[in-house]
């Protein structure tokens, strides 16, 4: 098996997120189960812990719970930065990592066709 493919990568990403979390983690506000948005507390060896999601975590911590995603990602380009939930940003962020281990050049019009293709097809998931 080739560690560096990128089906092998996500799978072993996915895993690892996984690994660090309680079997049948969840965001104890509103109960998504997505490892990748899940943020553990800064000392997990404590069992009484609450688990939040990324979005979830941010209000609780007095933040609006929004971001701004740089389509492409971050760069000098004019590519505009839309508004996007919190845990949709995670994720897109995830992803644009992926794109970079393809090759895809940060800021290039790839990688914002890219990102706006992932923006179009995972936008139901946060409605």
Request: aromatic share 10%; glycine share 8%.
């Amino acid at each position: 098996m080739n560690l560096d493919s990128l089906p092998s990568r996500f799978a072993l990403d996915w895993n690892r997120r996984l690994m660090w979390q309680p079997y049948n983690a969840h965001c104890v506000d509103c109960g998504v189960m997505n490892p990748l948005v899940l943020v553990l507390p800064a000392k997990p060896a404590l069992r009484d812990f609450v688990i939040r999601c990324y979005e979830c975590r941010s209000r609780w911590l007095g933040r609006s719970g929004s971001e701004g995603h740089h389509l492409g990602g971050r760069s000098l380009s004019s590519v505009p930065v839309v508004r996007i939930p919190g845990n949709l940003h995670r994720v897109l962020t995830y992803l644009q990592v992926t794109w970079r281990r393809m090759g895809v050049t940060q800021g290039s019009d790839d990688a914002v066709r890219w990102d706006e293709a992932m923006l179009w097809s995972l936008r139901e998931l946060w409605r």
